[in-house]
């Protein structure tokens, strides 16, 4: 383990993003499991653009971020766009604003260039505090959020036939998935965020064997990619979110050719 890891500078910077790492790709396996993979990259654009735009109004970046990236979620659900075409729309909405805002306001081109490669080194307490409380969020809400995700993925039409408000569980999923990839964007960077979401349950889908074993298995590649490329950023003096990404992508090579459909339960 390289030296640096033992200065207390990176201490909170390990801890936040060690964090993430694990809570994203669970939220990314639902993501996927609602065929709405999608949702990291536009949540994560939508963050950008919403930090940009209160960065210019005097708001910081951690709270323009998340009330931004909220709103696109519960604009979602109050539309009931399902399925990745609404995130589509993010994606290019959210790039739009962040360009045209980032060349339009003080500091906002460095600001947008920190969004996409990340400020994992510049973590501090705050980013800390919101990945606690988004944790906590997720041990609150997800056991009871999982049943209906699941019975709506292999019996579509229960809700609709049995007359249930499914909005509610729908928007519960996409708050927390927007919340989580708006602090997932400032600390890691937009496409690092979109990585962890992605490939760690990409490869859960086609290696675990059971549902349960998909959360647990894409939490674990997660932090172990994330540590992987904490380490090798120091070493190699790199910056931290295309690595985080080249690690990933090497974890999905090397796992790709073993894939089998997992079996959900």
Not at 53 to 59: D, S
Not at 185 to 199: D, H, N, P, S, Y
Not at 206 to 235: D, Q
């Amino acid at each position: 383990m390289t030296d640096a890891l033992l200065d207390p500078l990176f201490h909170l910077p390990l801890l936040t993003g060690l964090l993430l790492a694990g809570l994203l790709p669970v939220l990314g396996a639902l993501a996927m499991l609602r065929d709405e993979w999608l949702a990291a990259l536009g949540l994560a654009h939508l963050a950008s653009a919403s930090a940009l735009l209160g960065q210019a109004f005097g708001v910081p970046v951690l709270i323009g971020a998340t009330l931004g990236a909220l709103g696109g979620g519960a604009l979602k659900t109050r539309l009931a766009a399902r399925g990745n075409i609404a995130y589509g729309f993010m994606i290019l909405a959210g790039w739009s604003a962040t360009l045209l805002i980032g060349a339009n306001t003080a500091l906002g081109e460095q600001l947008a260039r920190s969004l996409i490669e990340g400020q994992l080194y510049f973590a501090g307490i705050a980013e800390l505090g919101a990945g606690l409380l988004l944790l906590a969020l997720c041990i609150r809400t997800l056991p009871r959020l999982m049943r209906p995700v699941l019975r709506a993925r292999f019996f579509p039409r229960y809700e609709t036939a049995n007359q249930l408000p499914a909005w509610r569980w729908h928007l519960g999923l996409d708050l927390l998935t927007a919340g989580g990839l708006a602090i997932g964007t400032l600390t890691l960077g937009l496409m690092g965020a979109f990585a962890l979401v992605l490939i760690p349950a990409w490869i859960a889908f086609r290696l675990a064997p059971s549902w349960r074993w998909t959360l647990i298995a894409g939490s674990l590649i997660g932090v172990i990619g994330y540590l992987l490329a904490f380490v090798a950023a120091l070493e190699l003096d790199q910056p931290f979110g295309p690595m985080l990404v080249g690690v990933l992508l090497g974890l999905a090579l090397l796992t790709g050719w073993l894939g089998r459909p997992a079996r959900i339960g």
